[in-house]
Each structure stands twice: as C-alpha cells, then as structure tokens.
C-alpha cells in the first residue's frame, strides 16, 4: 500500500506518472488472477456490495433468481429478483430452484459460503441447473476467496479484501468473459466507473498471495471442539450440527436464556467481537433473515450470535471466547 500511495497519479492519465501507475496497476491484476487461478477477468471495485451491483445490474441476461440467504448487498442489488427458499439445513432447495431456473438465460446469485452460518452452497450442482438454461452463474465468494479455491463453474465472482486480510474498501468482480456484463463507460475497461484505488489493489493482491492453505491454523481452532460438546450440554444450540456443509471460518451459536443483542454487549465488555447476524445490519433490532430462511425457531435465532476466525486469531483468543461464552451460560 505504501508503493501504491507513492505513486501519486491516476492510472487512466497517459503520462508517466499516470503509466507508472496504470503498470502497477495492471501488474496487480495478473498477480490477483495467478492467486486465485482465476483464467478470466478482473474488475476493481471499491468492495463486495459494489461488485454485487455491477453483476446483477448488468449481467447480460434475463430473470434474476437469488438465493433467500444471500448476503443483504446482493438482496439490495436486485430487490425485483425471486429468492430462492433455502431448507433447514441452509442449502438450496433444489425442487424450487429446479422450477425457478427454467426461464431465458436466467442471472442466479448464490453465495458460495454463507456470511452467518458458514454453510458451504454446492455450486457445481447449482451451476449445472443454471447452464443447461444458458444462464449466467454468480457466485458471492467474499467469504471464501483466499480461505478455499474459487468454484470453477463460477461465470463472475464477487470478492472483498477485508475478508482475507487486505484493506477495507475494495474488492473485484471477477468475470469469466466481459461479454457478459453491458458496460458503462468510464475506467476499468469501460465497466466502472471512478479512478482505481491503487493503494487498495497493490494491498489486495499482497494480501490474497500471504493466504495459504489452512486460512485459521487448525490448532487455533482445536478448542472448539470440545466447546461444541459444552454447548450443546447447556442447552444451546450449535447451528453447525444443522447445516449441509458447514466451514470452519464462521460459527453460529444460540445461548439457552440470553438474547443475542444482551450477549454482544457482554462479549464487548470483555474485549470480544462478535456479530448478530451480518456484520452490516448488527446495529439494527431486526432479526437475522437468514436464520428466518432457514425456518429457525425464532426463540432460538433471537439468542444466536455469530462468531468469525480471521487469519490474526489466536488460540488464546478463542479460548477466552469459550471461557466467557460459558461464564455467561452459568450467570
């Protein structure tokens, strides 16, 4: 991020500064694709909800389907869209989807890890739905790019940095042909428009080459283990114990008596972080529809908060969060 804020100019002027730029720029973009074995293309964005409004906006197709439990970015970037109902265990329907998908060159969105359950979507059987239609597959894989590899029947994919350790507020639609998107004038070979965050890419791209292989070191979260057992002998709920795929990065967990918003005050008194719901709408009252989707009870999606490991976790902090999970249970 400091060589990109060191050259000070924007990569679409032609001069020399400007072409100093635009190199890093450009070079940025083959490292990303290497990073990602991503064969397509590559379109900076200011983060995921961005790239989410650009592939549904644009995407040159016809109906819009999207999965009931995605993300509120792609919600919000195609609010005319059908949502697709999820069952119980957080995985398409896929008798509804079935239906759903026979329409002319249909645009589908479908997370490839839910953002508060972690449940991993089965995108090769989604994507064989969608492409015997001629449609257009759209996976959001803000949650999974840099932790696991890219699902390769993916047509675009939406990233954001923050998620694997890069800056805050840039991101990529990755495009497998940009035949598939109308453009819209302007930088990014005419499908964005404003200058490129060139501090953020350079940071983005370093950031997805320090991932490897085991995003959260399987001893760091060798505590949880154990902690599951401890849940479930109190009494609460252990949402992975539901889902279809589960993965390690993201867990959902549901206290026996405590509200989910009274537990994000306690765990933020003891130095802890933790989520109701998605982290954009834990500030608000509303209950977590992706729990609703899933036809949770609703006395228990109300006490279930949402815990995340990033690649800085530490042993040491995941186990003071089961301490204090545990501690709350007993008061």
């Not at 953020?200 to 320090?210: K, S």
Request: aromatic share 4%; with cysteine.
């Amino acid at each position: 991020m400091e060589e990109g804020l060191a050259l000070w100019a924007n990569p679409s002027s032609p001069h020399a500064e400007g072409r100093k730029a635009r190199n890093a720029l450009e070079d940025a973009r083959t490292r990303m694709k290497a990073a990602l074995g991503w064969e397509g293309e590559v379109i900076f964005t200011s983060g995921a909800s961005e790239a989410a409004a650009l592939a549904m906006g644009r995407a040159q197709g016809g109906a819009r389907l999207v999965g009931a439990a995605e993300h509120d970015a792609v919600l919000k970037a195609a609010p005319e869209a059908e949502r697709l109902p999820v069952r119980p265990n957080g995985a398409l329907d896929m008798d509804a989807f079935a239906e759903a998908v026979v329409r002319e060159k249909p645009v589908v969105a479908v997370q490839h890890i839910n953002s508060e359950t972690g449940n991993r979507m089965d995108i090769a059987a989604i994507a064989g739905l969608v492409h015997a239609q001629d449609g257009l597959m759209i996976v959001d894989c803000a949650q999974s790019a840099g932790k696991f590899a890219l699902p390769p029947q993916a047509d675009m994919a939406i990233i954001s940095a923050h998620k694997f350790g890069g800056p805050i507020g840039v991101g990529a639609l990755l495009v497998r042909d940009l035949a598939m998107l109308a453009p819209d004038g302007g930088q990014e070979r005419g499908y964005r428009r404003g200058t490129e965050n060139l501090p953020g890419v350079l940071g983005m791209a370093a950031a997805l080459e320090a991932c490897s292989d085991g995003f959260v070191a399987a001893d760091t979260l060798a505590p949880l283990e154990g902690f599951a057992a401890d849940v479930r002998e109190a009494g609460g709920v252990w949402l992975d114990d539901m889902l279809a795929d589960p993965t390690p990065y993201i867990a959902t967990i549901a206290m026996p008596k405590m509200s989910g918003s009274a537990q994000l005050m306690r765990f933020d008194m003891a130095g802890i972080a933790v989520s109701q719901g998605s982290a954009c709408s834990s500030g608000t009252m509303k209950g977590s529809h992706v729990l609703e989707a899933m036809a949770l009870d609703s006395k228990v999606a109300e006490k279930a908060i949402r815990v995340s490991f990033g690649w800085n976790t530490t042993r040491e902090e995941v186990e003071r969060f089961c301490e204090v999970w545990l501690e709350l249970v007993k008061q």
